[in-house]
């Protein structure tokens, strides 16, 4: 494992909103709402862990050793909406900002990145564990009109399943499960060979 993320400011809604599951599923009353939002979180947690996106806006931070050997760090949890910062530790052990003039963002690719601009070297930064953070903005925006209706789907079906089936699946009708169109979407999950390069 050569980087790992963290994510460190939450999402402020959900990917669905609550009107939205209660009409899928067929429900008319406000008795199940605190059920009913628990179910929409852990679908979406489901959701994202499947595809490896960020569906609402929320802050990650990716720490590494070391600079990759390539010049450009790719930043998981797709899409990308800007970089916030990138920090390192100089050889004296003491946190440096790098100047945002030295590398460009890609924010219009299937997954977002960083990359030095022509000619530019990654600074020279101590050989400790997190002495590499880039901090960044992910997510299709801050509401649940933002996050594509795919995504969403996934979202709706699952909670309608876990709404009606309470306990654990049986063997023989397990495959009837809905995985949702996040399990069968090429384009969701085109980021899979992240980071070659470290």
Known sequence: MNYEVYQSVAPQSEAVALETAQAHCHIYTEEDDDFLN?????????????T????????????ARRWPRVNYIELPKPPLQEVT?????????????????????VTKAAVGRISLKSGGQWPTAADE???IVVTYVAGYGDA????????QQSILMRVAHWYVNRESTIAATLA????????????????VTLNKGW
């Not at 490896?52 to 720490?63: D, G, K, S, V």
């Open 85 to 105: 910062k990138v920090e390192y530790l100089d050889v004296n052990g003491d946190l440096v900002t790098m100047d945002p003039a030295l590398y460009s963002v």
């Open 144 to 151: 649940a009109s933002d996050v594509p209706k795919l995504l």
């Open 176 to 191: 009837n499960i809905p995985d949702g169109p996040d399990r069968c979407d090429g384009l969701m999950r085109s980021h």
């Open 129 to 131: 564990e997190g002495a």
């Open 52 to 63: 490896r996106r960020q569906l609402i806006t929320a802050t990650w931070e990716l720490r």
């Open 38 to 50: 628990q179910l929409i979180a852990a679908s979406r947690e489901k959701t994202e862990s499947i």
